[in-house]
């Protein structure tokens, strides 16, 4: 511990970002980091505590707890205070195959469980780990790994962050990896699920030309089931692991759900970023929300995504519509006691661009969506809401209870369904004749990842569902060890 009193000393002090009205001019990231200087300022504030909750990476109440990677957060933070940065990436790239890609978009639940969080202000954990790994591909310290090989060959279905992942560690092992990918890049939901001004695509193709480079393969519009047929993966390699994620999105079961204008979120976000790596929007072919009434339905992650989207478009206007209701502004240690991750209320980057350019935050809480109208032709023109309240029912559940006189119609000619998603595709669990869970995502127990049938793996989304991006990470690493040990009877990853 460099500094014995410097939380003491020093405040948190976040990254800036480009101003809203600027940065809405473009695509480009919004984040402006800070100086080195300032980043030692920033490490120096770790307690450096005798027992780290923030690389814990549990499961308390449902949501994460500390870092799911197990990063050596503290570690790193001193060396930063003491200016050692390579050391510090040496210990970053420990447990962290993909730092570039967590500082950016995830929700640093290590931050939440940080000490200092307890009482104070936590450490600036996500942004020091974004200064470590930019200045390590600066210096050249981040390079291809070319391990001896071993003869084993291992197909990984999907190059999400589970599939690069577990790529990752059985490439460095030795063993022979082919990633099939359907689309036409590499990266799944890091390259088409994720705006550009929160994770730019220089950034992924970056980390994939390393992974070349060590000896991956990538095989790109292949679509395992029917591109090419599952069984004759599972024949030509010695293991198969499904990184295909949970790609089936959650629809709205209300009249005029299918009217035109009326889309998933992951659809809009998809082929926004396409087009726009593609021809900078000039072949049309994505979904323009310009001069627009735009509602999009969920407030999470893809939610805000989708306002940041429309916005750069030039909507007329945006709101967000959430069932649940407002968080607090502060934890609530009662019902949220720390180290849980603090449900509190924040503004992400879609929110400050919309309050910036329309007055408001454009989140609507406790608000649910009664039917969708339509004009003549078929085009969505209003939405019918009505506030609710969560109330207990009978057996003890809380159940929404709409409030009586408080419907609203809306104006809208463009609605995004940002609700989550169900599970993995049918096509290639079906092809496999694979076993699912209650939740209809692929059966393997954490800690095994091996399915129904022999040698097919899974990991990701595919099996625990939805989740956050650096779970699917440790899931890629975890499973990449079994796959290791089922090949060769031990593993050298840990």
Same mark, same amino acid.
């Given at each position: 511990?460099?500094?014995?009193?410097? =939380?003491?000393?020093?405040?948190?002090?976040?990254?800036?970002?480009?101003?809203?009205?600027?940065?809405?001019?473009?695509?480009?990231?919004?984040?402006?980091?800070?100086?080195?200087?300032?980043?030692?300022?920033? &490490?120096?504030?770790?307690?450096?505590?005798?027992?780290? =909750?923030?690389?814990?990476?549990?499961?308390?109440?449902?949501m994460?707890?500390?870092?799911?990677?197990?990063?050596?957060?503290?570690?790193?933070?001193?060396?930063?205070?003491?200016?050692?940065?390579?050391?510090?990436?040496?210990?970053?790239?420990?447990?962290?195959?993909?730092?570039?890609?967590?500082?950016?978009?995830c929700?640093?639940?290590?931050?939440?469980?940080?000490?200092? $969080?307890?009482?104070?202000?936590?450490?600036?954990?996500?942004?020091?780990?974004?200064?470590i790994?930019?200045?390590?591909?600066?210096?050249?310290?981040?390079?291809?790994?070319?391990?001896?090989?071993?003869?084993?060959?291992?197909?990984?279905?999907?190059?999400g962050?589970?599939?690069?992942?577990?790529?990752?560690?059985?490439?460095?092992?030795?063993?022979?990896?082919?990633?099939?990918?359907?689309?036409?890049?590499?990266?799944?939901?890091?390259?088409?699920?994720?705006?550009?001004?929160?994770?730019?695509?220089?950034?992924?193709?970056?980390?994939?030309?390393?992974?070349?480079? *060590?000896?991956?393969?990538?095989?790109?519009?292949?679509?395992?089931?029917?591109?090419?047929s599952?069984?004759?993966?599972?024949?030509?390699?010695?293991?198969?692991?499904?990184?295909?994620?949970?790609?089936? *999105?959650?629809?709205?079961?209300?009249?005029? *759900?299918?009217?035109?204008?009326?889309?998933?979120?992951?659809? =809009?976000?998809t082929?926004?970023?396409?087009?726009?790596?593609?021809?900078?929007?000039?072949?049309?072919?994505?979904?323009?929300p310009?001069?627009?009434?735009v509602?999009?339905?969920?407030?999470?992650?893809?939610g805000?995504?989708?306002?940041?989207?429309?916005?750069?478009? $030039?909507?007329?206007?945006?709101?967000?519509?959430?069932?649940?209701?407002?968080?607090?502004?502060?934890?609530?240690?009662?019902?949220?006691?720390?180290?849980?991750?603090?449900?509190?209320?924040?503004?992400?980057? $879609?929110?400050?661009?919309?309050?910036?350019?329309?007055?408001?935050?454009?989140?609507?809480?406790?608000?649910?969506?009664?039917?969708?109208?339509?004009?003549?032709?078929?085009?969505?023109?209003?939405?019918?809401?009505?506030?609710?309240?969560?109330?207990?029912?009978?057996?003890?559940?809380?159940?929404?209870?709409?409030?009586?006189?408080?419907?609203?119609?809306?104006?809208?000619?463009?609605?995004?369904?940002?609700?989550?998603?169900?599970?993995?595709?049918?096509?290639?669990?079906?092809?496999?004749?694979?076993?699912?869970?209650?939740?209809?995502?692929?059966?393997?127990?954490y800690?095994?990842?091996?399915?129904?049938?022999?040698?097919?793996?899974?990991? &990701?989304?595919?099996?625990?569902?939805?989740?956050?991006?650096?779970?699917?990470?440790?899931?890629?690493?975890?499973?990449?060890?079994?796959?290791?040990?089922?090949?060769? $009877?031990?593993?050298?990853?840990?």
């Amino acid at each position: 511990m460099g500094k014995t009193t410097g =939380f003491l000393e020093y405040d948190r002090k976040e990254q800036n970002k480009r101003d809203p009205e600027d940065r809405i001019q473009d695509w480009n990231e919004f984040r402006i980091p800070l100086s080195k200087e300032e980043m030692q300022v920033q &490490g120096a504030r770790c307690m450096d505590c005798g027992i780290p =909750f923030c690389h814990g990476g549990v499961l308390l109440a449902g949501m994460a707890a500390g870092c799911p990677v197990k990063n050596l957060i503290p570690e790193w933070n001193d060396l930063v205070y003491r200016n050692q940065w390579e050391e510090a990436y040496k210990r970053l790239e420990r447990t962290n195959p993909f730092p570039e890609f967590t500082s950016r978009v995830c929700p640093a639940p290590c931050e939440g469980s940080c000490t200092e $969080g307890y009482q104070m202000e936590s450490v600036t954990i996500s942004n020091i780990e974004y200064e470590i790994i930019e200045t390590a591909f600066r210096n050249g310290w981040v390079g291809p790994a070319t391990p001896k090989r071993t003869g084993k060959k291992v197909a990984i279905v999907g190059s999400g962050p589970a599939g690069l992942s577990t790529a990752y560690y059985l490439n460095a092992v030795g063993h022979r990896v082919t990633v099939f990918e359907r689309n036409d890049r590499p990266g799944g939901l890091l390259m088409y699920g994720i705006p550009n001004m929160k994770l730019e695509k220089q950034i992924v193709e970056r980390r994939i030309r390393i992974m070349e480079e *060590a000896g991956i393969d990538f095989a790109l519009n292949c679509e395992i089931g029917k591109t090419k047929s599952a069984a004759s993966l599972v024949e030509e390699f010695d293991a198969v692991v499904l990184c295909c994620g949970a790609t089936k *999105a959650r629809g709205l079961q209300v009249e005029g *759900a299918d009217l035109k204008g009326v889309h998933y979120a992951v659809d =809009f976000l998809t082929a926004n970023t396409k087009s726009l790596l593609d021809s900078n929007f000039q072949d049309g072919k994505y979904i323009d929300p310009k001069g627009k009434d735009v509602l999009v339905i969920g407030g999470g992650d893809t939610g805000t995504d989708c306002v940041g989207t429309a916005i750069r478009h $030039g909507c007329n206007s945006v709101y967000q519509f959430e069932i649940m209701p407002k968080p607090a502004d502060k934890r609530d240690p009662e019902t949220n006691p720390w180290p849980e991750w603090p449900k509190k209320q924040k503004m992400d980057y $879609g929110q400050e661009e919309a309050a910036a350019l329309y007055g408001d935050d454009p989140r609507q809480y406790l608000i649910n969506t009664k039917r969708i109208v339509g004009d003549d032709l078929g085009n969505v023109k209003e939405v019918h809401t009505v506030q609710i309240e969560w109330k207990k029912n009978p057996a003890g559940s809380m159940v929404p209870v709409e409030v009586e006189g408080s419907e609203k119609v809306w104006k809208a000619d463009l609605v995004l369904m940002a609700m989550g998603f169900l599970g993995p595709e049918d096509t290639l669990v079906e092809a496999l004749h694979l076993k699912r869970d209650g939740r209809s995502n692929i059966l393997a127990a954490y800690g095994d990842f091996e399915t129904s049938e022999e040698k097919v793996f899974t990991a &990701g989304d595919a099996r625990r569902g939805q989740s956050l991006v650096v779970w699917a990470i440790q899931e890629g690493k975890l499973a990449a060890k079994e796959v290791d040990v089922y090949l060769t $009877g031990k593993s050298m990853i840990k």
